[in-house]
């Protein structure tokens, strides 16, 4: 049986990427072209849909994308050829201008340098033609030299010509002839230069804006897909008018055929897994109903078939968990917990090749910066270009990888939802004959849902990891202009540093506010969502950049955030930021005159604002959005107790009894008088107070001590040893001084 693929809007493969074209250089500088939806198809297809097989995987075998050319020039009929274009069938490039004219507000953009009244614009389909032909031309005179251009590629490089001032075009006069065969020269020697870094990272650049899309668009994209395929099918359910006993078996079978094609859980060819899903589906859709079903209208009939694929969805899970059933159903859960950490692996690696190459040619252009003898011999361009490069590569790597990280988070998150409501089920169920469907067809229906979103995970998955794959030709030239000889040689004496330690280098360095009084600086302590704001030039240090003709340094955050005309800047040193804080004017046009050269500048430092025409799509929507710090700061107010006079009527009475009390209480009192009595004893009597004084403690001295001193007595006798005879004799010697003496 032949594969099911659905006639539709994708039937047709070329379409063209539209180009807003005018008659003179100025025009052509500022035109508002966006990659639109050509013939080349950079994504081969994942996820095949086909009466034999259902959801299947394919191997996802590259296209013919050499470092040479941006992608294949065969059209590739994909499940995921169409989630380029817009809700409505659109393409990129209108809806792009769509959201171009709600920005502006229904106004021209401006455009470089001043047209005179004698330069009047072409007829639109006219100058279109004028420049498809330059494009045309341009990709013929690279297929004579055997080299492969994309209509997309030839027109981003067209611009990137015109951009850059070197090649002298004015862009004040009217187009001629000998300007277009100067701009065709141009473009093609540009584009056959195989040893060019900085064509390699346009390519890299196109490449990922027409094969990447945000997560949201993609899956929405996608079902949209899935369904226009399933819609010559569900047509032919819908709009049956079988009365025949045949008639209406063949009905039921193309029900049974169109639940497997959508649920993608086995192939409708497949005899077990057409049984049971006809067991289930007559377990809740008896084929004796069929009449009642063709009765109903058409929008009715969709949606029962809807509800009947996830409920026989939920059926066929369900047994298969019990070990009942579940022919031809893989353990995507288990499938998915084995390809997210290899492919993040895969990437991680990428990614540190990449960076480490990246810590490689910035430590060669400092060198180079500051001995001026190295900078003559090594042609420091060609190393920056190649530095662009393999940082381009790294950012479209880091944002790969976000995206699947994000699908393993779903993923873990889909697993416990998925155990939750099998084990619901289970209990619900357990060895009961019969079962009230408003108790388990919601269950049912929840398990189909996640199933979908497992299946959503997996297409997802491949394409990211078929596009990191096709994003490695991109940095072919690298080996060849800078061998690992050449790049040990020019490391030599050299310490690489990473950007994490350049960062750490400068962690104690901050911008002192005292110095600046007219400018804004921020930091993290006085800012809520200070890892959150939009920094300019993607996060590196625009000075450096512009004082070292295009050195990507990474900026610190932490030296201080410069917030300059709604923009924000980062520094790698606390001096950058002072010295570009003094003129940030004259360094912001260095950064735009440096990517005039450099094109590819535009797409990897974010200067859409400076260049609005070259917007990427992957970009377009994040444009108009502006992040606005939220700043932080000690604060105390105090509130009186009571700002106003109290208004509170002590005096008020709700109570009517007790207001018919008081009013008694006072006509009583009219009657009455009042009598006062004065007794002898009492006229004289008042009342009295007295102080008391209580002792307190003092002390007195009587007596004082005195002493005197005695002489000690100091008796000597001498004589006493050391005599001849037998008597002894001795002289008594007194040495006690006398007592005034003391």
Not at 144 to 167: C, M, Q, R, W, Y
Not at 561 to 588: M, Q, S
Request: charged letters at 25%; one cysteine or more; hydrophobic letters at 35%.
């Amino acid at each position: 049986m032949e594969e099911f693929v659905s006639e539709g809007p994708y039937s047709d493969s070329r379409c063209l990427p539209y180009i807003q074209v005018v008659w003179s250089w100025a025009d052509l500088g500022q035109s508002k072209w966006i990659a639109g939806y050509p013939t080349e198809r950079l994504v081969q297809p994942f996820v095949c849909l086909d009466w034999r097989s259902g959801w299947s995987l394919c191997p996802a075998t590259p296209p013919h994308v050499g470092p040479a050319h941006a992608g294949p020039t065969h059209s590739v009929p994909s499940v995921l050829s169409p989630w380029l274009l817009g809700p409505r069938g659109e393409t990129r490039q209108k809806q792009g201008e769509t959201r171009q004219r709600k920005a502006r507000g229904g106004k021209e953009s401006e455009r470089l340098g001043s047209r005179s009244p004698s330069q009047a614009r072409m007829p639109p389909t006219q100058a279109e033609c004028v420049i498809k032909n330059i494009i045309r031309e341009i990709g013929q005179e690279c297929a004579g030299h055997g080299e492969i251009v994309s209509e997309t590629l030839a027109a981003f490089v067209v611009k990137a010509v015109v951009l850059d001032p070197s090649n002298g075009f004015n862009m004040d006069r009217p187009l001629v002839k000998s300007d277009v065969q100067k701009l065709v020269k141009l473009c093609v020697s540009r584009l056959l230069d195989s040893k060019n870094p900085s064509l390699d990272t346009i390519k890299m650049q196109v490449y990922f804006d027409m094969n990447y899309t945000s997560r949201e668009e993609f899956l929405e994209e996608h079902h949209r897909v899935l369904e226009s395929r399933l819609g010559s099918v569900m047509r032919e359910i819908t709009d049956n008018r079988a009365c025949a006993r045949e008639e209406l078996e063949s009905l039921y079978r193309k029900i049974v055929s169109y639940v497997l094609l959508r649920s993608g859980l086995g192939s409708p060819t497949d005899i077990k897994i057409v049984r049971e899903a006809t067991a289930a589906l007559q377990s809740i859709f008896p084929q004796a109903e069929l009449g009642t079903f063709l009765t109903l209208s058409k929008k009715d009939k969709e949606r029962q078939l809807k509800e009947f694929t996830m409920i026989v969805t939920g059926i066929r899970l369900f047994n298969r968990d019990c070990g009942k059933g579940g022919e031809g159903i893989d353990d995507l859960p288990a499938i998915l917990r084995e390809a997210i950490p290899a492919t993040t692996q895969h990437i991680d690696s990428q990614l540190q090749t990449a960076q480490d190459q990246a810590y490689r040619y910035t430590a060669i252009l400092e060198k180079a910066a500051s001995n001026p003898l190295l900078s003559m011999e090594l042609q420091p361009s060609m190393l920056k270009e190649a530095l662009y490069n393999v940082r381009q590569y790294e950012i479209f790597l880091q944002i790969i990888l976000s995206d699947i990280i994000t699908c393993a988070q779903e993923v873990e998150l889909m697993i416990k939802q998925l155990g939750a409501q099998l084990e619901q089920l289970k209990m619900i169920v357990k060895s009961k004959t019969a079962v009230p469907t408003s108790q388990v067809f919601p269950i049912f229906i929840a398990l189909s849902n996640l199933w979908t979103s497992f299946q959503d995970e997996i297409v997802l998955i491949s394409v990211l990891s078929n596009l990191t794959t096709h994003l490695e030709p991109f940095l072919g030239t690298h080996e060849l202009l800078f061998p690992e000889k050449v790049m040990q040689n020019l490391l030599d004496g050299l310490t690489v540093k990473t950007d994490v330690s350049r960062v750490k280098e400068h962690l104690e360095d901050r911008v002192h506010l005292v110095d600046f009084r007219k400018q804004e600086w921020l930091f993290p302590e006085t800012t809520a969502n200070f890892d959150k704001l939009l920094i300019q030039c993607r996060g590196f240090c625009p000075y450096t950049f512009a004082t070292t003709d295009g050195l990507l340094l990474p900026g610190n955050p932490a030296i201080g955030i410069l917030k300059y005309k709604e923009k924000y800047y980062t520094f790698n040193t606390r001096d950058a930021a002072y010295l570009f804080a003094e003129n940030p004017e004259n360094y912001i046009g260095l950064i735009k005159e440096k990517a005039k050269k450099n094109a590819e500048l535009i797409q990897l430092l974010e200067l859409h604002q400076q260049f609005e025409s070259l917007i990427p799509y992957s970009q377009m929507k994040d444009v108009d959005k502006h992040i606005k710090p939220i700043t932080m700061s000690e604060s105390s107010t105090q509130t009186d107790t009571h700002i106003l006079p109290p208004t509170i009527v002590r005096s008020y009475e709700w109570n009517e009894w007790e207001l018919r009390r008081k009013a008694i209480k006072l006509a009583n009192l009219r009657q009455k008088a009042t009598h006062s009595v004065q007794t002898d004893l009492s006229h004289m009597r008042r009342e009295n107070c007295s102080q008391v004084y209580p002792p307190k403690d003092v002390g007195m001295q009587s007596k004082r001590e005195g002493s005197s001193r005695v002489p000690r007595p100091q008796i000597y006798i001498a004589g006493l040893r050391g005599g001849q005879g037998k008597v002894t004799s001795g002289v008594k010697v007194n040495l006690t001084r006398a007592v005034d003496e003391t």
